[in-house]
T-cell receptor, first 114, second 111 residues
Framework: AQSVTQLGSHVSVSEGALVLLRCNYSSSVPPYLFWYVQYPNQGLQLLLKYTSAATLVKGINGFEAEFKKSETSFHLTKPSAHMSDAAEYFCAVSPGGATNKLIFGTGTLLAVQP | NAGVTQTPKFQVLKTGQSMTLQCAQDMNHEYMSWYRQDPGMGLRLIHYSVGAGITDQGEVPNGYNVSRSTTEDFPLRLLSAAPSQTSVYFC??????????FGSGTRLTVV
């Protein structure tokens, strides 16, 4: 069975500091991996996705993630946090390709301090 | 605008009542799914469909029914609402590897 673990339900950074949100996955087949962002009282927006092409994936709003098969990780980073990055971030895995069911982690709430 | 449309946005039900949450997409996506979001638990898959006439259960299907008579529509039915079904419900769809598109959600309270 596929699963996703997000380490740290709450992360707080200062404006301008590095953002690092951790995600580890479990999958019996090569996975598709996604990061989504949810702003308060809104739906989910796709930040980026890994679909077995380049291991370093660039997304919107300056975020990127690196797929590391040996570590079964797909951590999300941004070099310099902005106040507008405050939101909840979800890592998700799709085991059999992008048209199969999507399994989410429990989310990480990012706070950005001025 | 193209996307996933969910109705209603808010709903209050009494225990034991039934209702249908509507979901429609205009992107000709084959795959559609329903999730519920609860604090600290992320999004959990309720039911999903890989095409018209085909549905299957996700992680938390009890108390919910779905059907998929057309490609566009994927309604979620609560048969007899319970307070444990108080949640935010999201519908999502995807086509061929472009990522999942989510609706704006339905906030349901069961009293």
């Amino acid at each position: 069975a596929q699963s996703v673990t997000q380490l740290g339900s709450h992360v707080s950074v200062s404006e301008g500091a590095l953002v690092l949100l951790r995600c580890n996955y479990s999958s019996s087949v090569p996975p598709y991996l996604f990061w989504y962002v949810q702003y308060p009282n809104q739906g989910l927006q796709l930040l980026l996705k890994y679909t077995s092409a380049a291991t370093l994936v660039k997304g919107i709003n300056g975020f990127e993630a690196e797929f590391k098969k040996s570590e079964t990780s797909f951590h999300l980073t941004k070099p310099s946090a902005h106040m507008s990055d405050a939101a909840e971030y979800f890592c998700a895995v799709s085991p059999g390709g992008a048209t199969n069911k999507l399994i989410f982690g429990t989310g990480t709430l990012l706070a950005v301090q001025p | 605008n193209a996307g996933v449309t969910q109705t209603p946005k808010f709903q209050v039900l009494k225990t034991g009542q039934s209702m249908t949450l509507q979901c429609a997409q205009d992107m000709n996506h084959e795959y559609m799914s329903w999730y519920r979001q609860d604090p600290g638990m992320g999004l959990r898959l309720i039911h999903y469909s890989v095409g018209a006439g085909i549905t299957d259960q996700g992680e938390v299907p009890n108390g919910y029914n779905v059907s998929r008579s057309t490609t566009e529509d994927f309604p979620l039915r609560l048969l007899s609402a319970a307070p444990s079904q108080t949640s935010v419900y999201f519908c999502a769809s995807t086509g061929t590897g472009n990522g999942y598109t989510f609706g704006s959600g339905t906030r349901l309270t069961v009293v």
